[in-house]
C-alpha cells in the first residue's frame, strides 16, 4: 500500500468513504493463458526481471526492528478457473478487525521458514492441510505499518480439500476469480483525507459475489495482489 501522510500510525476510519483517484492510467489484464497451474509454476520457475509496486508502510512504523510473519497466497485449482482462498478477519481482534486477509501470522522460533510459517499459521486459521498445498514460489517482503516484514507464500491449492475455521480470528472464507485479481480495471487506488487535510492513498479491490454479497479487499492484502499482478504482467 502506497501512502502519503502528515501524521505517522493514523488509521483510516472507514475506507469505503475515500474517493477513487481517476486520474491512474489503465494497464492491460494479465492473458487467461498465463492463468493456469503449469503456467504459474513456469512464471516462478524463471522469473521475470521486474520491479514491485508496493513494499511497505514504513511511515507509520516506529523506528523498531519489524517482526517476521508470512502469509500464504492460497490458489486453488477449480474446474472452472484459478481462485484466491481469502479470510475476512472477526470483528473482535485488535489488529486489522473485520478486514479481508491472506492466511497467515507471525513467526514462531519453531518455524524453519517463511513457508514453515505461512503453512503452519493457514492450517491453524483455516484448517487447511499442508498435504494439500503445493508452494510454487514466493513475493518480495512487505513491511507492514502494525510492524511486520511480512513474507507472501505462493501455493497452489487441491480442489478436493477442506477447511476448519478457527471461529475466534476467521469470521468467514471465500474465493476470488484469480482473473478479476490481476485485471487492473478492477483495482481502484482511493485517497482519503482527514479534516486537517492529511492523506492516504491505498489500494482496493472489491469483489461482488455471485450471491451479491461485497467483500472490500484493501490496504496490504491488496497491495501483495498488485505486486502479483505485476510480476505475472512483467
Known sequence: MICAVTSPRRSIPDPLKAPIDRSVPALPAVPVQQLTPAALRARFAHPPVWTPE???????????QPRAAAVLVPIVMRE?????????????????????????????????????????????????????????????????GSGFAVTPVVGLVEADHTLAIDANEVAEVF????????????????????????????????????????????????AMLRNFYRFLSA
Open 54 to 64: 508496493h513494499i511497505d508502510d514504513r511511515f507509520r512504523l516506529d523506528t523498531v
Open 175 to 222: 474465493e476470488v476469480p484469480l482473473a478479476f485479481l490481476t485485471d487492473p480495471a478492477n483495482h481502484q487506488r482511493r485517497i482519503y483525507e482527514w479534516e486537517d487535510g492529511a492523506q492516504r492513498s491505498f489500494l482496493a479491490m472489491p469483489w461482488r459475489r455471485p450471491d451479491g454479497r461485497e467483500h472490500f479487499i484493501w490496504g496490504v492484502t491488496a
Open 80 to 144: 472452472v478457473g484459478l481462485t484466491v482462498l481469502l479470510t475476512e478477519r472477526t470483528a473482535h481482534l485488535s489488529s486489522h478487525a473485520g478486514q479481508v486477509a491472506f492466511p497467515g501470522g507471525r513467526t514462531e522460533p519453531s518455524d524453519a521458514s517463511p513457508v514453515a510459517t505461512a503453512l503452519r499459521e493457514t492450517e491453524e486459521e483455516v484448517g487447511l492441510a499442508r498435504a494439500h498445498v503445493e508452494v510454487i514460489g514466493q513475493l518480495p517482503q512487505y513491511i507492514t
